[in-house]
Nanobody, 124 residues
Framework: VQLQASGGGVVQAGGSMRLSCAAS????????MGWFRQAPGKERELVAA????????YYADSVKGRFTISGDSAKNTVYLQMNTLKPEDTAVYYC??????????????????WGQGTLVTVSS
C-alpha cells in the first residue's frame, strides 16, 4: 500500500486545516487507518484512527472535540479535519495503514504502511 499525505502548512492558532491521505494498492475498506504526529524531540503519537468496518474511531485526549477523522472509500482517501488548532499541535503528521482487521490501535508498530509525512505549523 502506498500512502500520499498532503495538506500541511502554516496556520494561526485557532485556525483550521484538513489533511488528506490517498491510498493506492489496496482498498482500505475493512481495515484501519491512523494519523500520527511527531513533534521535535518527542515520540510519535497516535492522533486519530478509524476502522471502516463498524466505523470505529479513536482520538487522543489532546485532540478530542477538535479533530475529526473521516474517509471516502470511493476515493480511497482518509482525512483529518483539524479545528481550533494550538501551537502544541505543531508536528509532522503521518498517515498509516493497518492491514489487520481489528479495532483502532495506538501502537505505531501495528501499522504496516506509512505516508511520507506532512508538516503542520501552528503559529501563536
Amino acid at each position: 500500500v502506498q500512502l500520499q499525505a498532503s495538506g500541511g502548512g502554516v496556520v494561526q492558532a485557532g485556525g483550521s486545516m484538513r489533511l488528506s491521505c490517498a491510498a493506492s494498492g489496496r482498498a482500505f475498506s475493512g481495515y484501519g487507518m491512523g494519523w500520527f504526529r511527531q513533534a521535535p524531540g518527542k515520540e510519535r503519537e497516535l492522533v486519530a484512527a478509524i476502522r471502516w468496518s463498524g466505523m470505529t474511531t479513536y482520538y487522543a485526549d489532546s485532540v478530542k472535540g477538535r479533530f475529526t477523522i473521516s474517509g471516502d472509500s470511493a476515493k480511497n482517501t482518509v482525512y483529518l479535519q483539524m479545528n481550533t488548532l494550538k501551537p502544541e499541535d505543531t508536528a509532522v503528521y503521518y498517515c498509516a495503514f493497518d492491514r489487520s482487521v481489528r479495532n483502532p490501535t495506538r501502537n505505531q508498530y501495528d501499522y504496516d504502511d506509512w505516508g511520507q509525512g506532512t508538516l503542520v505549523t501552528v503559529s501563536s
